[in-house]
Nanobody
Framework: QVQLVESGGGLVQAGGSLRLSCAAS????????VGWFRQAPGKERAFVAA???????YYAEAVKGRFTISRDNAQNTVYLRMNSLKPEDTAVYFC????????????????WGQGTQVTVSS
């Protein structure tokens, strides 16, 4: 069992930055993949970024070059640094952990946090 808690969301103007954190408890996730997904009202949950146990990283085209995912295995924490934010980035952001599977496929993740709201204004 893994428990995940996201934090760091808030209201920011377009062009600003935020850093989201995902803290895990119950079991270390150093050997597992970790991903970030986001969901806006009335829309499907979408892949944002992921990192594997081997430290490979992957990004959705919409955020590539602006967002950076990183992990601190000693602290059981994963981060998502978001720069140059746009109004279309507004969503609830979720952290998730998978034992194994396709990094971009939400159904392959086993544990999910409660989400943190990110709102970007013009």
């Amino acid at each position: 069992q893994v428990q995940l808690v996201e934090s760091g969301g808030g209201l920011v103007q377009a062009g600003g930055s935020l850093r989201l954190s995902c803290a895990a408890s119950g079991r270390t996730f150093s050997r597992y993949g970790v991903g970030w997904f986001r969901q806006a009202p009335g829309k499907e949950r979408a892949f944002v970024a992921a990192t594997t146990h081997a430290d490979s990283t992957y990004y959705a085209e919409a955020v590539k070059g602006r967002f950076t995912i990183s992990r601190d295995n000693a602290q059981n924490t994963v981060y998502l640094r978001m720069n140059s934010l746009k109004p279309e980035d507004t969503a609830v952001y979720f952290c998730a952990v998978q034992v194994g599977g396709r990094y971009y496929y939400a159904a392959h993740y086993d544990y999910w946090g409660q989400g943190t709201q990110v709102t970007v204004s013009s």
